[in-house]
């Protein structure tokens, strides 16, 4: 079992759409990061959270430290959203240091 | 201020033979890790170099290697490439390698095609 686990693998939604994405990890975590990868490669960083709920424009993302559980989501998605979105935690291990786990992503595709 | 840039873009190599793959960070940051990313698959972490010393290492053979330099550029060399090194190679950079909640940026990769 992957130490992050995301949920949708794929979305497809309607322009408009409420968007709800999922990442839940099994290991302690100093943050936790949610990053938007284009085609082509590059990846944005788009948030990080220790605790609560953080916003953005359209996006929102928030953190339940307790159940290991985090949600992204998007308000009146646009087709420009569409992109890979990926989960990536750091742990709290000080052998780890600042590298980073990630989930294995999920596709959004947002339709007109 | 430049963000985390990455060279080459793209690169075909042929089985067997080396490749080095550049990256330098953030302006202030001081600290450079490596990923490999597979098609559709998450970034893996291969290492990470701070005061120009591999720190950490992820579960990649000796035939990744790497190298930072006093400017904090940093250089990813794999030798006797196999077909399932193709991936998109991602640097990032951050500030402080240890530090708990220092925010990482990423470049756009080095996508690494092997024939």
């Known amino acids: 079992k992957n130490e992050v686990e995301q949920s949708p693998q794929n979305l497809t939604a309607q322009e408009g759409e409420f968007i709800t994405i999922n990442c839940s990890y099994s290991v302690g975590i100093s943050a936790l990061h949610w990053l938007q990868q284009h085609p082509g490669g590059g990846i944005v960083s788009l948030f990080m959270l220790s605790s609560g709920k953080k916003k953005h424009g359209r996006l929102i993302a928030t953190i339940n430290i307790q159940e290991k559980h985090s949600s992204l989501h998007i308000t009146a998605s646009h087709p420009r959203d569409s992109a890979v979105y990926i989960c990536a935690v750091r742990s709290d291990r000080e052998t780890s240091g600042s590298r980073l786990t990630f989930g294995e992503g999920t596709q959004l595709t947002v339709n007109p | 201020d430049a963000g985390v840039t990455q060279s080459p873009t793209h690169l075909i190599k042929t089985r067997g033979q080396q490749v080095t793959l550049r990256c330098s960070p953030k302006s202030g940051h001081d ?85």
């Open chain 2, 31 to 115: 600290t450079v890790s490596w990923y490999q990313q597979a098609l559709g698959q998450g970034p893996q972490f291969i290492f990470q170099y701070y005061e120009e010393e591999e720190r950490q290492r992820g579960n990649f053979p000796d035939r990744f290697s790497g190298h930072q330099f006093p400017n904090y550029s940093s250089e990813l060399n794999v030798n006797a490439l196999l077909l399932g090194d193709s991936a998109l190679y991602l640097c990032a950079s951050s500030a402080r390698a240890g530090a708990r909640n220092t925010e990482a940026f990423f470049g756009q990769g080095t996508r690494l095609t092997v024939v």
